[in-house]
Each structure stands twice: as C-alpha cells, then as structure tokens.
C-alpha cells in the first residue's frame, strides 16, 4: 500500500474508531480525514486511477460514519449525520 493510501486509511480508522468506543465526535479527526482525502485527490489528480483501498473507503466511509449516529443522541448524533454528508462532498471533490 502506498504513503498516501495509507495515510488515507489510518486517518479513516481513527475517526470511525473513536466514535464507535463511545468516545464522540472528534472534530480534529475529522479534519485529519478530510485533509488526507483531499491530498489523495491531490497526489492522484494527473492518474487515471485511484488505489483500489482508496476507493473502498470512498464508497464506505460516508455509511460507516453515519451509522455511528445510532450510538449518540441529541446534537452529537446530528454532528455525525452531517459529517457523513460533508465527507461525501469532499470526496465527490476529487471527481
């Protein structure tokens, strides 16, 4: 796996993570996942193809983050919905 796929990959993990071990929303980490998708997009801008696990957390990533909605209530759970929406748009930034 490249650098980038896996920078892309652990900044994932450590987002989703910390939301399914109860722990919240983390903003810092969702601003660490949005950078490295978008320096994917960056690195990846001139070639015709992606890495096949960048392209599976694109198309996981916004259903993973939003079924840790179920976990909280009240504003915490809204925030999760609507980083699963804002993830969906930086990625679709690439494209």
Do not use: T
Not at 61 to 84: F, H, K, N
């Amino acid at each position: 796996m490249d650098e980038v796929s896996q920078q892309l990959e652990d900044a994932a993990s450590a987002c989703v993570s910390s939301m399914r071990l109860g722990e919240g929303f983390r903003e810092a980490q969702f601003g660490n996942l949005n950078a490295a998708i978008r320096y994917g997009h960056a690195k990846w801008a001139s070639s015709e193809m992606r890495p096949k696990c960048a392209v599976v957390v694109s198309i996981d990533l916004p259903r993973i983050i939003e079924s840790c909605a179920s976990l909280y209530d009240g504003a915490v759970r809204q925030r999760i919905i609507d980083a699963s929406h804002e993830v969906v748009d930086v990625i679709l930034e690439g494209f």
